[in-house]
Each structure stands twice: as C-alpha cells, then as structure tokens.
C-alpha cells in the first residue's frame, strides 16, 4: 500500500511484477558466466531461500528497502518494500517524465525487454478489467496510484535478475517488472528509494513469477530492526520449525492483501470493547493505522494513563501527537514505562499480535515522544486497519502463500538467519 510519511496513505490501483538480488559485496563483477549453478548444494526450489540485506528505519528515514540488481552487468537499485503491493517499479530511462531525483542512474530500456499485451504476464496484470490490446506486438502498460499523490505510470519489461541461493547456488532468470517513465513522489523532488519492490500475492509478484519457475517456494518473509536495517528472504528455509504465531489467512481479505482476519483489540490484558477490526499486515506503511473507533479508544485510554505522569503535550509536527519531558529523550526505552502495550486477538483466538510501546513509538529530532499510531479514517482508510512497519520491528513476519497463512515470531534483526545465510 505504500503508506510512507506523516498521515500518508498509498492505494494501488494496477499491479506488476519483480527483482531480486546479486549481494553488493559479492556481484561487484557480476555477468553471464555467474547465472548458472555455482555449487551442487541440493534444495533448489524447494527448500531453499533468497536473501536481502535491509536498509533504512521507520524514523527518521521512514522506508525500510533491499538493494536489488538487474540487468547484465546488474546494476544496483533501491527499492521500497511493499506488502501491500504486488507491483514491481523503478524509474526508467525512457525518457523519464515528473521523475524525482534517486540513488541510482535510470535503468536503461532495451526494445528487446518489452512484454507485449498478449502475454499471460500483461493479462494477470490488468484482470479484471480486461486489457485493451489492440496488436499481439503492443507493449503492456501499467499505473500505480497512491492515495499520499505519489504515481508511477510506465510499461511492462523483462531482465535478467541474478539471484543468490543461501546455499550458494547463482542463477539469472529473465523475470517481468515495471519500467517507469513518469513518477510522482508526495514530498519533493527526491526520492530515497528507485522503486518499489512489491511483496504481495498476486501473480505477477517476483515470488510467485519464481515460483513459477521453479525456483523457490512462494513464501516471504521480513525482518526490520527498530535499530535500522535487517533482511527479507524469498523461499522457505529460512522459516524457524518453532515458534512462530501462525494464523490463517482471510479469505475475505480486501484487494489481496495480507490479513489474519478481524480482531479484538486489548491495551494491556484487558478488552477495549473494540471488536471485529478488519486487519491488514503492510510493510508499505511506515506507522500503524487504526480505524476512528479504535484510534480513539486507544488514545483515550493512553492518556489516561499518562495522568500525574512528568509528560506533557508538545508543540510537536513530526506526527499527530507527542509530548515532551523534563529534558529531551535519546530512546524510546526513556520513556516506554509510561505507556501500555497493546494487543490485537485474531478470530481464531489463539494468534495475538502484542505490539510493546516501542512498536508504536518514536523519539523525534526534538527528542520528544510521539505517537507512531494514526487515525487511518482521517486519510481515507475508511474501516481499515494497518499494521505497518513500526509495529513489525523486532518481528520476523513470514507470509506463507503455499498454505495461505501468515505467521510472526519476535526476533533480532539485526542479524542475518544463521540457517544457510549469505554474506551481504
């Protein structure tokens, strides 16, 4: 969903696909005589994982992305993690129109890269509804919309995406992603990231194109550190064999996203009243996004218990609400006793997600506390309910869609999986 920034919201309209990795430190030299089997470890496919090294924080930054390579030489690029999203983009040489300024040289579009609008790749990308296509040999468009004013509008291409193995096996499958060529950001004329590295469901995902390949099992997994960076890998080794907190998927979930299903909201051990929330798990939004009922409650019930506490509200910007205390703080650990954790209970009654104060908390530049959950109503969420990054840190979330189940486990991650890690 691509919800980054104060109050923001993204909402994707159309859907693409793809990327992976060729790790920076190892890919210096990268070319065709590396994409084939570089060792005989067994588990291709099946039993094997893909791994990315993660960068960025929810704040100040507010993107956690992998560095991904295309091409051939591959090239590096940055791309926005999205689980919210099934679309693949970065900014693309075409010429670019409206483009903000990013990390890296536009990727560079070959005629010979096209995906034309008869491939099964275009369809599954605009159905329903169906896609115009007026000659076999027409190129396949895409457009991505968010709701925070932010767009990519450009076409469908295929590249070579060098993929490392865990166990150490190098492969270059030719995958199927957007080319952008007219993007818009909601803040400015820069951009930290050259895309959108889309981690949902559908079809044209780069997990799901792999799988088709063969290549992987379709399972996605994340891990982002609350002290920056951490790792995302595509496969299924790398799932712990205990545990980790599964809960089925809905299958009523709104637009394919990620849900466990309604839930009842709990500050502390005790209900809230607050019952049947519909819940999205989105690694696109930087803050967690409660509907106008439960973001009410929650704030009531927070600052009740702040009362006769050495906090006072702040004339603070950086989100809705924060507040100040005697002297500025350095970490939310000065100041997460003053408040509550909260818990969200699935249907099923026995997968709970308990997010601690330091999950939806920040320290601002000023050193003041702020509130890291929002009023998702407020920016047109309607009844919605998002869990973003904030609430993930310090979790491994693995999206399990072989057996349509998510799962989360708390973890360090800041360190790579030790099972089968590659050097990033």
């Not at 591959?74 to 926005?80: A, E, I, N, R, V």
């Not at 983009?89 to 040289?105: E, K, M, T």
């Not at 063969?214 to 002290?227: D, E």
């Amino acid at each position: 969903m691509a919800l980054r920034g104060k109050d923001s919201v993204g909402v994707v309209f159309w859907v693409v696909v793809v990327v992976v990795l060729c790790a920076a430190t190892a890919f210096h030299g990268c070319s065709a005589a590396l994409f084939k089997k570089k060792s005989s470890g067994s588990g291709i496919g099946g039993g094997s994982s893909v791994v990315f090294k993660l960068r960025g924080n929810v704040y100040p930054v507010g993107y956690y992305y992998a560095e991904v390579y295309i091409g051939n030489p591959p090239k590096p690029y940055y791309l926005d993690i999205d689980s919210g999203s099934d679309l693949t983009w970065l900014q693309c040489d075409a010429p670019c129109v409206s483009c903000p300024q990013v990390p890296h040289p536009l990727y560079k579009l070959t005629r010979n890269a096209l995906v034309v609008c008869t491939e099964t790749m275009c369809k599954s990308l605009h159905s329903p509804p169906a896609y115009r296509c007026d000659k076999p040999t027409d190129q396949c468009d895409y457009e991505v919309e968010y709701a925070d004013n932010g767009s990519s509008l450009g076409i469908l291409v295929r590249d070579i995406v060098p993929i490392r193995y865990s166990n150490g096996t190098v492969l270059g499958p030719r995958l199927a992603f957007g080319c952008g060529y007219d993007q818009h950001v909601s803040k400015g004329d820069v951009s930290p990231t050259d895309g959108v590295l889309g981690l949902g469901n559908g079809k044209s995902t780069i997990a799901s194109q792999l799988r088709s390949l063969g290549l992987i099992q379709n399972v996605i997994g994340h891990c982002m550190s609350a002290r920056g960076g951490g790792y995302l890998f595509f496969g299924n080794e790398l799932v712990p064999s205990s545990g980790i907190v599964w809960s089925p998927l809905s299958p009523t979930t709104i637009d394919k996203h990620y849900s466990p299903g309604p839930a009842e909201l709990f500050y502390g051990r005790q209900s809230t009243g607050v019952k049947s929330l519909p819940v999205i798990f989105d690694s696109g939004s930087s803050y967690t996004y409660f509907n106008r009922q439960a973001y009410q409650v929650f704030l009531s019930l927070v600052k009740k218990g702040l009362a006769g506490k050495p906090l006072n509200v702040a004339a603070d910007k950086t989100l809705s609400i924060c507040w100040k205390g005697a002297k500025p703080f350095r970490s939310v650990l000065d100041v997460k006793q003053y408040f509550t954790p909260v818990t969200l209970s699935f249907a099923n009654k026995k997968s709970q997600l308990e997010i601690p104060p330091e999950n939806y908390l920040i320290i601002s530049s000023l050193g003041n506390v702020c509130l890291g959950i929002l009023n998702g109503t407020e920016i047109g969420l309607e009844n919605m309910n998002l869990i973003g990054d904030i609430s993930l840190q310090n979790q491994l979330v693995i999206y399990d869609n072989e057996k349509q189940r998510i799962g989360w486990i708390r973890a360090d991650c800041s360190r790579l999986p030790k099972s089968g890690t590659i050097s990033l």
